[in-house]
C-alpha cells in the first residue's frame, strides 16, 4: 500500500486564486519531506526541502512567497501555491525517506494542478 | 550546481530486444537511486546503489554504479511490454537525501 499520500490528486482553479496541497508520511515520521515539480515530458526539479519545525529551504530561483510550504507535523508537509497562474499549471509531487529502510525514499502519488 | 544527464533521452525498441540507459552526474555521487515511472503515474523506487562499481540485478534488471560513484547504467535484458515507461536515475551528493534527478529515458517497447 501506499507509503505517502498525497491529496489532492489533481485539482483545478482559477487564477488569482490559492491551492493547497497535503503530503502525509502514512506509516512513519518524517522530518524532511521534499517537494518536486515536473512540467510534461520533463524530469522532476526539486522545490524546496520541507523541514518539520522549522523553516523550508528552497532551491535556487523557486519564490518563497508564492510557493508556502509548512511541515506542521512528523506526518505533514503542506504546500501551497498563492495567486496561482496558468503557468503554475504541473505535476507537483512529494516525496519522504522513510527511516530504517537505508532512508529510501517514497513518493506521493503527485497532484496535478490546471489553473485556469 | 549538480546537474545529472541521461541518455538517450527516448528509445523504441522491439519487444524481446535489450535496453540500456545511461546517466551521467557532473559532481561525484554518495549514492545513486533508480525510479520508473509510467505515464500518469509518480515515481517508483527501482533500487539504491551506494558502493563504487556496483552491481545489482533484479531479474531482467543490472543496475550499475560507476568506479569513480559519476555515473551509472541500467539494462533490461529482453524487454517487455511491462518495461515502458521513463527510467530516472536519481542521485544524492553532498547532502545525503537530498537528490537530483536525471533528465530521464523514455522507453516504449513495441510488440
Known amino acids: 500500500g501506499a507509503v505517502v499520500s498525497q491529496h489532492p490528486s489533481r485539482v483545478i482553479c482559477k487564477s488569482g486564486t490559492s491551492v493547497k496541497i497535503e503530503c502525509r508520511s502514512l506509516d512513519f515520521q518524517a522530518t524532511t519531506m521534499f517537494w518536486y515539480r515536473q512540467f510534461p515530458k520533463q524530469s522532476l526539479m526539486l522545490m524546496a526541502t520541507?523541514?518539520?519545525?522549522?523553516?523550508?529551504?528552497?532551491e535556487q530561483g523557486v519564490e518563497k512567497d508564492k510557493f508556502l510550504i509548512n511541515h506542521a507535523s512528523l506526518t505533514l508537509s503542506t504546500l501551497t501555491v498563492t495567486s496561482a497562474h496558468p503557468e503554475d499549471s504541473s505535476f507537483y509531487i512529494c516525496?519522504?525517506?522513510?527511516?530504517?529502510?537505508?532512508?529510501?525514499?517514497?513518493f506521493g502519488e503527485g497532484s496535478w494542478l490546471t489553473v485556469v | 550546481g549538480q546537474q545529472v544527464m541521461q541518455i538517450p533521452q527516448y528509445q523504441h525498441v522491439q519487444e524481446g530486444e535489450d535496453f540500456t540507459t545511461y546517466c551521467n552526474s557532473s559532481t561525484t555521487l554518495s549514492n545513486i537511486q533508480w525510479y520508473k515511472q509510467r505515464p500518469g503515474g509518480h515515481p517508483v523506487f527501482l533500487i539504491q546503489l551506494v558502493k563504487s562499481g556496483e552491481v545489482k540485478k533484479q531479474k531482467r534488471l543490472t543496475f550499475q554504479f560507476g568506479e569513480a560513484k559519476k555515473n551509472s547504467s541500467l539494462h533490461i535484458t529482453a524487454t517487455q511490454t511491462t518495461d515502458v515507461g521513463t527510467y530516472f536515475c536519481?542521485?544524492?551528493?553532498?547532502?545525503?537525501?537530498?537528490?537530483?534527478f536525471g533528465t530521464g529515458t523514455k522507453l516504449q517497447v513495441i510488440p
Open positions: 516525496s519522504a525517506p522513510r527511516p530504517g529502510s537505508g532512508n529510501t525514499i517514497y
Open positions: 520541507s523541514n518539520e519545525g522549522s523553516k523550508a529551504t528552497y
Open positions: 536519481a542521485g544524492s551528493g553532498g547532502g545525503y537525501q537530498k537528490v537530483t
